[in-house]
């Protein structure tokens, strides 16, 4: 769909860009999605196929930008791209579905809260073997050994 709107943006002459379309490097900007990511969301179909300008341009809405947005938090927060997506289908229901949306955010605190034990595990056996470099100073270093199999 080719539009005509206003801009100041000599990289857009003989456009005129509306205050409500931006390109991709000020959403980008706006947003702090990298312009790759918006364009993979774009691709796997995340966020809307923007407008395009008579240059080809990609010129966002604040749709957009709102669900980039969205996107970018629930990544930060660690949500997968599938679960993203639902999440983005129960926002875009007018009566937003907050028990679904409360039964991915529990599975995926169940993920999380595993991860974290692991996590200390990991921490406890590291902190013994590094304890162990201090105290063996003839039988070679225990890291090592430990990443040897020994």
């Known amino acids: 769909m080719l539009i005509s709107v206003v801009t ?17 490097g000020r959403v ?5 999605v990298n312009i790759e990511t918006i364009r993979y969301y774009e691709k796997i179909g995340l966020i809307d196929e923007p407008l395009r300008s008579e240059g080809g341009n990609r010129l966002y809405d604040q749709n957009n ?3 980039l947005n969205f996107i970018k938090r629930s990544r930060e927060l660690g949500f997968s791209l599938e679960e993203i997506r639902v999440l983005l289908q129960l926002s875009n229901n007018n009566r937003e579905d ?5 039964k991915i ?10 991860k974290i034990k692991d996590l200390k595990q990991l921490a406890t056996v590291l902190s013994n073997l590094s304890a162990q470099c201090n105290s063996s100073k003839d039988e070679g270093c225990p890291i090592l050994r430990s990443l040897d199999g020994d």
């Open 8 to 24: 100041t943006d000599t990289s857009l002459i003989g456009i005129k860009m509306t205050n409500s379309l931006k390109t991709i």
């Open 28 to 32: 980008s900007k706006q947003t702090g």
């Open 65 to 67: 930008i709102r669900r």
């Open 98 to 102: 907050c028990h679904s949306a409360q």
């Open 105 to 114: 955010a529990d599975s995926h605190l169940a993920v999380v809260e595993a």
